[in-house]
């Protein structure tokens, strides 16, 4: 995506920061800015993207918007994110339809409409809740090529759990995927997204950048990833936690706590310099010891 960043440790696109902490969105990109470092920010959000961008002006920012649904309006909404100034923008592939969640299902808990709309006018936002039918909602890969040419900003493909879709969301015209399996959160019986990571890497490591989430806890999981590939990590509830503990602060905190941790977990592996990671720094669970 072409951004020069302090650190390899990115926020990522929470659909519902406002649910964590009423300051929400704009609160974790200040400190994402505060830090040095980029943030997805997601569609689904109680802040219109606008209030987002103006509350970090110089950070680097990615919108993420959901590669499903009415095409004509996910490019309107790629082009207000260029002229509010966001860097780029990530296409959620793997979060339209929502996973089969017992526990939500359990406890009844709904979301408020309110708390995932604002950049959707009224019509928009009751579509982007009700609609059910999955074939009218998917895209074909000609679809997604549509939507990357007429962003006019770099494009990364988020939810990419093989090499053939990384291939085809590189053909399509990303310049990045991220491997992911949303955390766990949508299918069940999903492939880890660490387990995968080579393979993606090896199949388009050449020709696009690589992030990746699911499970980063650590800065000995940043490390992982970064070993096997990757050229950033991304948090979903790390952030999301820090967020709803302190806020903006909470955030800042939960990024320098993996800095820190990443920082001596490389000292402890004999390792200076993130571009000194790779595959040799990890030891297969089957090595002789
Ligand atoms: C409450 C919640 C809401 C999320 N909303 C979105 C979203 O709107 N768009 C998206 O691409 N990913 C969304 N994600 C997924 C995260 O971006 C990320 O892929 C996932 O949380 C990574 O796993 P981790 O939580 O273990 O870091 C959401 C995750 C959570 C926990």
Same mark, same amino acid.
């Given at each position: ?27 974790? @990109? ?12 997601? $569609? %689904? ?25 009415? $095409? ?18 990530? %296409? ?68 990419? %759990? ?38 993606? @890497?090896?199949? @388009? ?85």
């Amino acid at each position: 995506m072409g951004l020069e960043l302090a650190t390899p440790i990115l926020t990522g696109p929470v659909g519902t920061y406002s649910a964590f902490h009423a300051d929400g969105d704009p609160a974790v @990109v200040r400190a994402t800015q505060r830090f040095g470092t980029a943030a997805i920010v997601p $569609v %689904l959000s109680s802040f219109t993207l606008e209030e987002t961008a103006a509350a970090a002006p110089s950070a680097a920012r990615i919108f993420q918007l959901l590669a499903s649904g009415s $095409v004509e309006k996910c490019i309107s909404l790629a082009e207000r994110a260029r002229q509010a100034g966001y860097n780029g923008i990530c %296409l959620t592939i793997d979060a339209y339809p929502r996973g089969i969640r017992d526990r939500i299902t359990e406890s009844r808990f709904e979301l408020p409409l309110a708390a995932v709309s604002a950049n959707y006018d009224e019509d928009a936002a009751d579509e982007m809740m009700l609609h059910t039918d999955i074939g009218e909602c998917a895209w074909s890969w000609s679809t997604l090529r549509r939507v990357v040419e007429a962003a006019a900003l770099p494009v990364m493909v988020k939810g990419v %759990l093989t090499p053939t879709v990384a291939r085809a969301a590189v053909d399509s015209g990303a310049s990045a995927v991220m491997v992911s399996n949303v955390g766990g959160r949508q299918l069940d019986s999903a492939p880890s997204a660490l387990a995968q990571l080579p393979a993606i @890497v090896s199949a @388009v490591g050449s020709r696009a950048e690589i992030a990746f989430d699911s499970g980063i806890r650590h800065g000995s999981d940043v490390l992982k990833a970064l070993a096997l590939g990757a050229d950033v990590v991304s948090l979903g509830r790390a952030a999301a936690m820090g967020l709803a503990v302190a806020g903006e602060d909470g955030v800042l905190a939960v990024l320098r706590h993996l800095q820190e941790e990443l920082t001596t977990t490389m000292a402890l592996c004999g390792v200076a310099r993130i571009a000194e990671l790779g595959a040799h720094v990890l030891q297969a669970a089957d090595a002789p010891r």
